[in-house]
């Protein structure tokens, strides 16, 4: 069974400064997708960005990147010139085929200090 | 912009109720999925659906049932209500698989207390 963890409970940052969360997954499939969605107090998830294992280069989203390392089974997300509305809950999230159900981690919450 | 509602953000319920939690897109997605939220334990798949009338069963679907007669309506069901069952619940919807969007789209939440 697939499983996803994120080992960061909380994690804090000052405003305008990078941070990066943790994750890691495990699989015994070749092809799958991985997904960081961002969940604020208003608790509405919304995707923040995704990678589909078959590409090697790392996704890229505004100020939103990964550094995703399959061998490694590793997949991390950056948050660069951090703002007062990154604050939420992050969670990591696998599925090894399109649109079908995710696998999620247990989620990361990042507070994000002026 | 796709949209999925949740009929009550809150609710509280009494232990032994049966409660009944209701969940519509708008985008004609195919699948349907009903997860729960506690904290540290991140999200976990109760029921999903691909299409009208089929279900199958997720990671924790024990205490739980759904329904879908129409394909932009997905309800889950909890028989006899009990405490442990206090939660977040988050419905969500998608494409099939194949046609290349893999994003979920997820309604506001479902806070249940059971009491």
């Known amino acids: 069974a697939q499983t996803v963890t994120q080992s960061q409970p909380e994690m804090s940052v000052q405003e305008a400064e990078t941070v990066t969360l943790s994750c890691t997954y495990d699989t015994s499939e070749s092809d799958y997708y991985l997904f960081w969605y961002k969940q604020p107090p208003s608790r509405q998830m919304i995707l923040v960005i995704r990678?589909?294992?078959?590409?090697?280069q790392n996704a890229t989203e505004n100020r939103f990147s990964v550094n995703f390392q399959k061998a490694a089974k590793s997949f991390s997300l950056k948050i660069s010139d951090s703002q007062l509305g990154d604050a939420a809950m992050y969670f990591c999230?696998?599925?090894?085929?399109?649109?079908?159900?995710?696998?999620f981690g247990g989620g990361t919450r990042l507070m994000v200090k002026p | 912009d796709v949209k999925v509602t949740q009929s009550s953000r809150y609710l509280v319920k009494r232990t032994g109720e049966k409660v009944f939690l209701e969940c519509v897109q708008d985008?004609?997605?195919?699948?349907m999925f009903w997860y729960r939220q506690d904290p540290g334990l991140g999200l976990r798949l109760i029921y999903f659906?691909?299409?009208?009338?089929?279900?199958e069963k997720g990671d924790i679907p024990e205490g739980y049932s759904v329904s879908r007669e129409k394909k932009e309506r997905f309800s889950l069901i909890l028989e006899s209500a009990s405490t442990n069952q206090t939660s977040m619940y988050l419905c969500a919807s998608s494409l099939s698989p194949g046609t290349g969007n893999t994003e979920a789209f997820f309604g506001q939440g479902t806070r249940l207390t059971v009491v």
């Open positions: 659906s691909y299409d009208v009338k089929m279900k």
């Open positions: 985008m004609d997605h195919e699948n």
């Open positions: 990678q589909e294992a078959y590409k090697q």
């Open positions: 999230a696998y599925t090894y085929n399109a649109g079908n159900m995710l696998t």
